[in-house]
């Protein structure tokens, strides 16, 4: 038989202690990227006269931002499901915001959370172990692109 969920480890999911930072970090940019898409078209100054250091079109590069932050910020928030359906709105304010169990507990729309602080931070480390392997995907996927 296998270990419970909250006895798992970061050596467990093969996870080093700077790839846990680095996850970690990307989460922290969550609240970040979400305010920097943009819907629309954006008003793009343009006065004739020659501009220097934008390579490309803005539209374009804007676009393309666009979308880098939207599969950023979806793939964060399909982790938290991938985790655990029945909480993945408190593991995405935890990861998002770095709140510890204690500041999360009892969220104003969600309520108490359904489980104790072991279980919590186990459903946690799988959280990430999820991200891990969608950013893994995510950047093989990106490495077949044909340019």
């Not at 609240?31 to 793009?44: A, P, T, W």
């Not at 969600?110 to 893994?136: H, V, W």
Request: proline letters at 3%; hydrophobic letters at 35%; one cysteine or more.
């Amino acid at each position: 038989m296998g270990k419970r969920l909250r006895d798992m480890t970061w050596d467990d999911y093969g996870i080093s202690k700077h790839r846990y930072q680095e996850l970690k970090a990307f989460c922290l940019q969550y609240e970040e990227k979400k305010n920097k898409i943009r819907y629309g078209l954006s008003s793009v100054q343009n006065d004739g006269a020659p501009a220097g250091g934008g390579v490309g079109r803005p539209t374009e590069r804007q676009a393309i931002d666009n979308e880098q932050y939207k599969r950023d910020c979806l793939m964060i928030e399909e982790a938290a499901v991938r985790a655990n359906p029945g909480i993945w709105k408190y593991i995405l304010k935890s990861v998002t915001l770095g709140l510890p169990y204690e500041f999360i507990e009892y969220d104003a729309e969600q309520g108490k959370i359904p489980m104790c602080r072991s279980d919590f931070y186990g459903t946690r480390r799988k959280f990430y172990a999820i991200l891990n392997e969608l950013k893994i995907g995510a950047q093989i996927e990106h490495q077949n692109v044909i340019l």
